[in-house]
């Protein structure tokens, strides 16, 4: 399994940005696509974005889409999510998260995944 620890979250104005940052350890980060899932209080997970493995191929929940975007440095073992146009309903815990497959293209299922971060709380007031 994948160590993963998130950073970058805080608290910012509707319409701000923000880039949060998936650190991993393990030799073998490269190999695995990575997600991104959100939750907010009260409210159940929610997929946000997923990275395959090689950084070529990437997609995002319809509520992000042209918003947000993922992408990875191998090298420095680092997945990030870019946040623009921030919204008050982007308001939740932010998870990274890495693909139980290796060489897999992702998925919107966090099933999926079976190694997590512990979250970076994101707030965006109105």
């Known amino acids: 399994q994948v160590q993963l620890v998130e950073s970058g979250g805080g608290l910012v104005q509707a319409g701000d940005s923000l880039r949060l940052s998936c650190a991993a350890s393990?030799?073998?980060?490269?190999?695995?696509?990575m997600g991104w899932f959100r939750q907010a209080p009260g409210k159940e997970r929610e997929f946000v974005g997923a990275?395959?493995?090689?950084?070529?191929?990437?997609y995002y929940a319809d509520s992000v889409k042209g918003r947000f975007t993922i992408s990875r440095d191998n090298a420095k073992n680092t997945v990030y999510l870019q946040m623009n146009s921030l919204k008050p309903e982007d308001t939740a815990v932010y998870y990274c998260a890495a693909h139980h497959s290796e060489f897999s293209s992702g998925s919107a299922y966090g099933d999926d995944y079976d190694s997590w971060g512990q979250g970076t709380q994101v707030t965006v007031s109105s």
């Open positions: 393990g030799r073998f980060f490269s190999r695995y696509a």
């Open positions: 990275i395959d493995w090689s950084g070529g191929s990437r």
